[in-house]
């Protein structure tokens, strides 16, 4: 009988776990969209593109010959991220430029400065959002989630809505959250003045994504521009920068290599992003919510006509488009 070296049967145990472990990892990973959808010369804008799945959306757009605008709060981020998206892509038309969500006055300047610099805007992607952080408010005053999730690409969609409109068929995707089914719009407390709770906050913000995605899909009937939301998963990204439990040691230790399976990587959290941004079967689908490349179910809250037009009439105001 042939011994086998002990050494070799430990290996051979780990490394046919690993394999396993990607399987795993790869199924959990959701479908991936695998159209070959060229956009060439196509104009897009992501916010939030240069970390997470913000990034990887820009690196796919840019392999399929977009010009992509990465819209930024961190400049300095996303000129590390341009560069290294502009070697692996080998497209050249990938730009920076500074928009900061939390600052009204700053997304004013970066739509003013897109329309000095582009005729169109084939797609918008409303991507960037801040998860449970502390509480802290935007320059205008307004919560943070509430303020950069939703009043940020509020302002900036709408601002940039006449490019939009002048590039139909054109498309708008707004990165929200399974988390909206667990938010309420707080009526009598939308600034979370009275009391707040990171938790909370956050879901509300998603929902809000979700109630101006549907009401905009009726103000934008007949335009040809069409505009949907997307769950992109649970995905490893530094939104949970702001939630300790994830990053102290008993997560590193023990919690997250057992996760890391379940856990969407940003490339695979961008795929739902992609298709909706992308596919030519939605080239008219509009008001819709799409999880894993496939149409999914919002909640009862999501669906409500008289809270969407109250939350947009809240947001002309505090984005001070109103009048």
């Known amino acids: 009988m042939v011994k086998i070296a002990k050494p070799i049967v430990i290996g051979s145990v780990i490394g046919t776990g690993f ?15 695998e159209e070959s959808t060229n956009a060439d010369g196509k104009v897009i804008v992501i916010t939030g593109a240069n970390t997470g ?16 605008v990465m819209a930024c709060r961190d400049i300095k981020k996303c000129e590390k991220a341009r560069e290294d998206i502009v070697l ?7 730009y920076c430029r500074t928009c900061d969500l939390a600052s009204q006055s700053s997304i004013r300047k970066f739509a003013e400065r897109f329309k000095t610099e582009h005729k169109e805007l084939d797609v918008l992607i409303n991507n960037a959002g801040v998860m449970r952080c502390p509480l802290s408010k935007t320059e205008e005053g307004i919560e943070m989630q509430l ?41 009598e407390d939308l600034n979370s003045e009275k009391k707040y709770d990171g938790g909370e906050a956050y879901n509300q913000s998603k929902l809000a994504n979700l109630l101006f995605t549907r009401e905009l899909s009726k103000k934008l009937e007949g335009t040809g ?38 856990i969407k990587t940003p490339r695979q959290g961008a795929q ?12 008219k689908v509009s008001g819709k919510y799409f999880s894993d490349c496939r149409e999914a179910e919002v909640s009862t809250e999501a669906q409500d006509d ?13 984005t001070k488009l109103a009048g």
């Open 19 to 33: 394999a396993g472990a990607l399987m795993i990892k790869d199924h959990f990973g959701g479908k991936k969209y």
């Open 53 to 68: 799945i913000g990034r990887e959306t820009a690196l796919e757009l840019a392999k399929r010959k977009a010009k992509v």
């Open 88 to 94: 692996q892509s080998k497209n050249k038309y990938v």
């Open 147 to 187: 303020g950069v999730n939703h009043m940020g690409h509020f302002l900036l969609t709408n601002l940039l809505l006449d490019r939009l409109k002048q590039s139909a068929p054109s498309r708008i995707v707004n990165v929200s959250s399974t988390a909206h089914k667990r938010g309420k719009i707080n009526k």
């Open 225 to 262: 521009v069409t505009v949907n939301a997307v769950h992109p998963g649970i995905v490893d990204t530094e939104i949970t920068r702001h939630m300790s439990f994830f990053n102290s040691y008993l997560a590193a230790v023990i919690i997250k290599p057992f996760v890391w399976m379940f």
């Open 272 to 283: 739902t992003v992609l298709y909706a941004s992308l596919s030519p079967d939605l080239e």
């Open 306 to 318: 008289t809270t969407a037009r109250w939350l947009w009439l809240v947001s002309e105001k505090w």
